[in-house]
């Protein structure tokens, strides 16, 4: 089975940083669409920051310029590198990962922004 397993979250405050990381077993993240999303409860689930294998890296408007997803192919992770958190970023992440119709999920770290 594919399973992906999120790291990294916490409470910062506003102006802060934090690096989260999703680590894949099972499949090789190279071959898959991969992404952040974040959840508020009470709202849909957000899309964050999507890279495919074929396509460009695309953000969500309220977080470009200050998140940035990267991958690591060796070590079959991918991060989501977030500056500037702003009390809005507040929300449990979870990392994604798609292909051939089927989609993963995380268990989801939590995220919190406050003074």
């Known amino acids: 089975q594919v399973q992906l397993v999120e790291s990294g979250g916490g409470l910062v405050h506003p102006g802060g940083s934090l690096r989260l990381s999703c680590a894949a077993s099972?499949?090789?993240?190279?071959?898959?669409?991969r992404g952040w999303f974040r959840q508020t409860p009470g709202r849909p689930r957000e899309k964050v920051a999507i890279?495919?294998?074929?396509?460009?890296?695309n953000y969500a408007d309220s977080v470009k310029g200050r998140f940035t997803i990267s991958t690591d192919n060796a070590k079959n992770t991918v991060y989501l590198q977030m500056t500037s958190l702003k009390p809005e970023d507040t929300a449990v992440y979870y990392c994604?990962?798609?292909?051939?119709?089927?989609?993963?999920w995380g268990q989801g770290t939590q995220v919190t922004v406050s003074a």
């Open positions: 890279i495919t294998t074929v396509g460009p890296i």
């Open positions: 994604n990962a798609r292909k051939q119709g089927r989609t993963y």
């Open positions: 099972g499949a090789s993240f190279s071959d898959m669409a």
